[in-house]
């Protein structure tokens, strides 16, 4: 089973609002990352937040980290038909000295214009 | 840079074969990790090599293996082919072993469908 659970599986706004994704994870993380995904091709890593940190900004970007929930959430402000794409979550984990990157299930973004 | 490159992008196979996937990593990465994307399970982890070393490996079957070359190239191995094994294969590069905290650089994939 995946790690992680991204709400909503799919978001449609217009052009210029923002857009809200949401991360829930099953166990204790060494770090969250937000990652696109354009139309079946590869990953583009967003941003990295350490399980020490609450808030990080990047750009249009802002993620925020609760550990006591097990949650995360992704920001995209002013959105633009480019950010139109599926959006992932993913939880480094260790299992003794073994780190594993485990994905969630993804947010589709449609951007209106 | 040069991005990381993965061949073949498309592949056709049948059950029972085997295939071969190619991933080069970003000139100067020495970490490639392999991942399965399929609509039913998503993104799953399959293993890590670094310095021509298995150093982190997800919960496939022993059908799945890799290897890693000198020059970090490295190739994914899946045996007995199985309709479930459908799927885009995406390889990612890294500079450093089991650091996922560097920035992964991911692929554009390989489209494995097996008939």
């Known amino acids: 089973s995946q790690q992680g659970e991204e709400d909503p599986q799919a978001l449609s706004i217009q052009e210029g609002e923002n857009a809200t994704m949401n991360c829930s994870y099953k166990?204790?993380?060494?770090?969250l990352q937000w990652y696109r995904q354009n139309s079946g091709r590869g990953l583009v890593h967003l941003i990295l937040i350490r399980s020490n940190e609450r808030e990080k900004h990047s750009g249009r970007l802002r993620v925020t980290l609760d550990t006591s929930k097990k949650s995360s959430s992704l920001l995209i402000t002013a959105s633009r038909a480019a950010d139109t794409a599926s959006y992932f979550c993913?939880?480094?984990?260790?299992?003794?000295?073994?780190?594993?990157?485990?994905f969630g299930s993804g947010t589709q973004l449609t951007v209106l214009p | 840079k040069a991005g990381v490159t993965q061949t073949p992008r498309y592949l056709i196979k049948t059950r029972g074969q085997q295939v071969t996937l190619s991933c080069s990593p970003i000139s100067g990465h020495r970490s490639v990790s392999w991942y399965q994307q399929t609509p039913g399970q998503g993104l799953q982890f399959l293993f890590e090599?670094?310095?021509?070393?298995?150093?982190n490996k997800g919960n496939f079957p022993g059908r799945f293996s890799g290897r890693q070359f000198s020059n970090s190239r490295s190739e994914m191995n899946v045996s007995t082919l199985e309709l479930g094994d459908s799927a885009l294969y995406l390889c990612?590069?890294?500079?450093?072993?089991?650091?996922?905290?560097?920035?992964?650089?991911f692929g554009p994939g390989t489209r494995l469908t097996v008939l």
């Open positions: 990612a590069s890294s500079p450093r072993a089991g650091a996922f905290t560097d920035t992964q650089y």
């Open positions: 090599y670094f310095s021509e070393t298995q150093r």
């Open positions: 993913a939880t480094e984990i260790s299992s003794g000295s073994a780190r594993q990157l485990t």
């Open positions: 166990t204790s993380i060494n770090n």
